[in-house]
């Protein structure tokens, strides 16, 4: 993967410079109104890439950082979570005994039903 990789950035970096010497032309620039610059053509196409490139690098800085702050508030909704399972278990196992209990008085109510069923 490397030799790809340095593949690639030797032959962009061929391929610019090839661009670079074809194209010296200069061309004006008109920033502003009152405000003309001179550049070549290739000098404007590679300062024009580069801040694209970084504004890449800080919308991406920034798509991260948002990343980062939802998985904390993700993070946070599963300890809630984790709680409310917990809490919900506590309940469950004090409804068992309280039917367990309850359940252990009813052998005696149903032996009593049938004796007076009996007689």
Do not use: C
């Not at 508030?73 to 004090?94: C, H, N, P, W, Y």
Request: zero cysteines.
């Amino acid at each position: 993967m490397r030799q790809i990789n340095f593949g690639l950035i030797f032959g962009f970096g061929l391929i610019t410079v090839f661009f670079t010497l074809e194209n010296t032309a200069p061309t004006k620039v008109q920033l502003l109104p009152g405000m003309n610059y001179t550049l070549p053509l290739a000098g404007l196409l590679l300062l024009v890439a580069g801040l694209g490139a970084v504004s890449a690098w800080f919308f991406a800085a920034w798509t991260g950082m948002l990343n980062n702050v939802n998985q904390l508030g993700k993070a946070s909704e599963f300890e809630a979570q984790q709680v409310r399972i917990q809490e919900l278990e506590t309940d469950l196992s004090r409804y068992r005994s309280t039917v367990e209990t309850q359940l252990g008085l009813l052998p005696a109510t149903a032996s009593i039903t049938t004796d007076s069923e009996s007689d």
